[in-house]
Structures are given as structure tokens and as C-alpha cells.
């Protein structure tokens, strides 16, 4: 899977395929994927303790 990152986003494909792999790496989900106005977005953890999210849908940019 190919992922474009800039300062603070990475960028997949499907969001389906960037869930699965990153709990596939060890990452567990806190919360989602859940369904938002904007789109769908789960909030993750990683073994290092860092906390993201995942998001796909409408952005400003």
C-alpha cells in the first residue's frame, strides 16, 4: 500500500485497507469506525502510546 505523507497526514488509498493495516502492525482501535457528517474516522493507539485517527471523507483542501 502506497501512503503520501506531508507534515502531519498520511494519505491511503481506501480507508478500510489503512484500518487493517495498522491494527495488523499492532495498533488497537479506541474507538470506531464510526460514521460522521463529514465522512468515517476510528481513533487509534500504537504500541509506542501515540494516539491517532484515521479519517476519510471531505476535507478543506
Not at 482501535?29 to 484515521?54: C, K, M, Y
Request: with cysteine; hydrophobic share 35%; glycine share 6%.
Amino acid at each position: 500500500m502506497r501512503c503520501h505523507t506531508d507534515s502531519s497526514t498520511s494519505r491511503f488509498p481506501h480507508y478500510e485497507e489503512a484500518v487493517a493495516r495498522v491494527q495488523e502492525l499492532g495498533d488497537e482501535a479506541l474507538t470506531g469506525p464510526f460514521d460522521v457528517p463529514a465522512g468515517r474516522i476510528s481513533v487509534e493507539h500504537d504500541p509506542q502510546e501515540a494516539v491517532f485517527a484515521l479519517f476519510e471523507g471531505q476535507t478543506d483542501d
